[in-house]
């Protein structure tokens, strides 16, 4: 969908900008929460309407109020029908993010045959057949501008776990739980907890020789299985967030060099830490 301020339409739109209907006024405050940790945004629209014509289309259903968003970032355009004076809706995780154009309308729901509202324009003579969908007025477009949350460290999705069912010198991954957990055998469990507690050259080194491999096999698991499996657990949007940052495709992934990827080329670091700065 299309709407800009040169638009012009067949039978009189109440807008902002033209003279289609006089001595009216149509407009909504616009505002939305973010919550950060869920990747999540709400808006809510608080309506201001004085057209009793198209007020009694709304109260009797046959029109209705809503907004087009539109956010270049997520590719998302939708049209979102509001609770009309005062509406709210809540979007996915992940539906909006940087800047999103929303532009309030309400539109005809049902056929309406002999549309006339007071105060239209002479040029608009006689009644007007509205088909479902057919616009009745139209705001200014609003801007927010919606924040990308901080990544969580790419360490807190993964939880180290001792288990008795595996064989000492490897470990197994497991991804149905909230944190990705990573098994392992008594005495390999104890020297990963020393190195990594140890000092920050140390820690490098678990991350080349634990995660690395574990983030290959999350990646190859998401590839071939498939997100949907995953999507109830609590790490899954982290990863996909970490993914889309760094440009990691889940749906055609290059192993090796998207592990390094997200890993934040955990070599490079350790270089640094050992003191060549070359």
């Not at 004085?50 to 046959?62: A, F, G, K, M, N």
């Not at 009309?84 to 539109?107: D, K």
């Not at 790419?154 to 010198?169: A, N, Q, W």
Request: charged fraction near 20%; glycine fraction near 6%; charge should be negative.
């Amino acid at each position: 969908m299309k709407i800009s301020e040169t638009t012009s339409y067949p039978h009189p739109v109440l807008t902002p900008w033209s003279h289609d209907i006089a001595d009216a006024t149509f407009s909504a405050d616009i505002k939305f929460r973010e919550r950060l940790e869920q990747r999540q945004v709400d808006i809510h629209c608080k309506v201001e309407l004085d057209h009793p014509d198209i007020l009694s289309l709304i109260s009797s259903r046959h029109a209705t109020f809503g907004c087009y968003m539109q956010c270049l970032e997520t590719g998302l355009r939708r049209v979102q029908p509001l609770d009309f004076p005062i509406g709210t809706h809540e979007f996915a995780p992940g539906a909006m993010l940087g800047r999103v154009q929303i532009r309030p309308m309400i539109w005809a729901a049902t056929t309406i045959p002999d549309y006339a509202p007071a105060g239209s324009h002479p040029e608009f003579t006689g009644t007007f057949c509205l088909a479902p969908g057919d616009m009745i007025a139209l705001g200014d477009v609003q801007t927010i501008d919606v924040a990308r949350p901080p990544l969580p460290a790419m360490e807190s999705i993964f939880e180290i776990k001792l288990s008795r069912d595996v064989e000492e010198g490897i470990f197994s991954v497991d991804p149905g739980s909230d944190r990705i957990a990573v098994h392992m055998a008594e005495h390999t469990h104890r020297l990963v907890q020393e190195l990594r507690q140890t000092n920050e050259a140390s820690k490098a080194v678990v991350m080349n020789a634990l995660y690395a491999p574990v983030v290959m096999e999350i990646l190859d698991q998401l590839h071939t299985s498939g997100s949907g499996q995953f999507e109830q657990h609590r790490w899954y949007h982290p990863f996909l967030a970490r993914c889309e940052a760094v440009g990691v495709d889940t749906t055609n992934p290059d192993l090796l060099n998207d592990a390094q990827k997200l890993l934040e080329k955990p070599f490079a670091s350790l270089k640094c830490l050992t003191g060549d700065q070359e």
